[in-house]
């Protein structure tokens, strides 16, 4: 989810950055996640960039796309291995529930050796 937001964050630069010459751009600005207020873009090379915890910094085009572009690679690489982790544990499981089953089952001909044993 995280991903998708700051890959839209990144189309969403490049297509106002891309728009030249066209001056006072009209735009919708969300006040809440369900007001829009109208606006317009002044300047489409300059944007606030939320940096986290409530703190906007002031980015150009290409800063702005680095930024988001950084926080991709970092959700990349971690999904890969978060993945890795959950692969390892996976197998790990596999492997104990199989001894457990091998154990239970040398147990169950144990128990039946004995039973037969005592008849």
Not at 97 to 116: D, F, G, L, V, Y
Request: aromatic letters at 6%; one cysteine or more.
């Amino acid at each position: 989810m995280a991903k998708s937001k700051f890959l839209e964050c990144v189309e969403d630069i490049k297509r106002v950055a891309g728009i030249d010459g066209e001056a006072q751009q009209k735009i919708l600005i969300p006040g809440s996640s369900s007001l829009y207020i109208p606006g317009t873009v002044v300047d489409n090379q300059k944007f606030m960039v939320d940096i986290g915890t409530g703190y906007y910094v002031e980015k150009g085009t290409d800063d702005a796309i680095a930024f988001y572009q950084k926080k991709i690679d970092k959700l990349n690489s971690e999904s890969v291995q978060i993945q890795n982790i959950i692969k390892d544990k996976s197998q790990t499981s596999l492997l104990l529930e199989n001894q457990i089953r091998q154990a239970a089952i040398r147990q169950h001909e144990e128990m039946s050796k004995a039973n037969a044993a005592k008849v």
